[in-house]
């Protein structure tokens, strides 16, 4: 069983910035896609950003050009840096985990707070 743990979140100002981390300790693991979700009070879970295997990386219209994200295989560990944060952004941040004819893996989340 793989068990993502993601860290990082906080609360912060609108503006400052914050890098999300995650991570499957000890995964022999290839992962095909490596991905940030988020979900705000009451609405649903919704995609963040996606990178593959292969380096693609995929943005929802609301954070590209502020935020970005990338993966070190090596660690088993996908990063979010969040730039020029805005109230909007505040929600819980989960980390997912493909693997290539496997279930996804999700992580227990991390809470954003982005104050105006």
């Known amino acids: 069983q793989v068990q993502p743990v993601e860290s990082g979140g906080g609360l912060v100002q609108a503006g400052e910035s914050l890098r999300l981390s995650c991570v499957a300790s000890?995964?022999?693991?290839?992962?095909?896609?490596m991905g940030w979700y988020r979900q705000a009070p009451g609405k649903q879970r919704e995609l963040v950003a996606t990178?593959?295997?292969?380096?693609?990386?995929n943005y929802a219209d609301s954070v590209k050009g502020r935020f970005t994200i990338s993966r070190d295989n090596a660690k088993n560990t996908v990063y979010l840096q969040m730039n020029s944060l805005k109230p909007e952004d505040t929600a819980v941040y989960y980390c997912?985990?493909?693997?290539?004819?496997?279930?996804?893996?999700w992580g227990q989340g991390t809470q954003v707070t982005v104050s105006s």
């Open positions: 997912n985990l493909e693997v290539v004819m496997g279930p996804d893996y």
């Open positions: 000890g995964s022999i693991f290839s992962f095909e896609v």
């Open positions: 990178i593959t295997n292969g380096g693609s990386t």
